[in-house]
Every structure is written in structure tokens, then in C-alpha cells.
């Protein structure tokens, strides 16, 4: 099992930035790669970066040249830094961990919330 717990949500102005951060727990050995991902009202989960174990990463053509995946394996540790926000980024972000048997696991989301 692995335990996921994001924060760093809050409300920003456009153009202004955040960063979510994850802190991992349990058997995150098992763990070959971390993603962000979001929901907005009314729309379904979408995948906004992702690492794999040996750093590659990916990002949606929305977020690509604004937002950075980054890890700390010191502290267990997956961060989203977000510049250059717009409305659009308004969403609850999750942090997801894919483990062993491509197992899922997922936070609980942290509220992100761009406006004037």
C-alpha cells in the first residue's frame, strides 16, 4: 500500500504560481511512477505530468513550458510547480502513484483556484 497526501492548493491571480507538493508513505519501493493529475467541474480526470522512476518526463500540451514535475527521494517527496496560471488551470489536482502490478493509488486533492 501506498499513502499519498497532497497540499499547497489555494486561490492565486491569474498569472500568478503555486506548488503542490506529495509526500508518499508505505511501500513506495513499489512505486515506478508519479503523476498530477486534475478535475474540473464537470469534466473528467486528466493527466497533467507525469515522472517514471528514471525521470523521464511528460506533460499535456495545456501545462507544457508552465508547469515542472519534480521529486525529492530524500523525503519521499513529488512536486508540481505551476507558473503562469489561468482560469482554466482551476481544478482539484491529485497526486497518483503507480506501483507493482500497475496498481493505482491516489490522494485525497488539494483545491487549486485561479481568479481575480
Known amino acids: 500500500q501506498v499513502q499519498l497526501v497532497e497540499s499547497g492548493g489555494g486561490l492565486v491571480q491569474p498569472g500568478g504560481s503555486l506548488r503542490l507538493s506529495c509526500a508518499a508513505s508505505?511501500?513506495?519501493?513499489?512505486?515506478?511512477?508519479m503523476d498530477w493529475y486534475r478535475q474540473a467541474p464537470g469534466k473528467e480526470r486528466e493527466s497533467v505530468a507525469t515522472?517514471?522512476?528514471?525521470?523521464?518526463?511528460n506533460y499535456a500540451d495545456s501545462v507544457k513550458g508552465r508547469f515542472t514535475i519534480s521529486r525529492d527521494d530524500a523525503r519521499n517527496m513529488v512536486y508540481l510547480q505551476m507558473n503562469s496560471l489561468k482560469p482554466q488551470d482551476t481544478a482539484v489536482y491529485y497526486c497518483?502513484?503507480?506501483?507493482?502490478?500497475?496498481?493505482?493509488?491516489w490522494g485525497q486533492g488539494t483545491q487549486v483556484t485561479v481568479s481575480s
Open positions: 515522472m517514471t522512476s528514471g525521470g523521464s518526463t
Open positions: 508505505g511501500s513506495i519501493f513499489s512505486i515506478y511512477a
Open positions: 497518483h502513484a503507480v506501483g507493482s502490478a500497475n496498481v493505482g493509488y
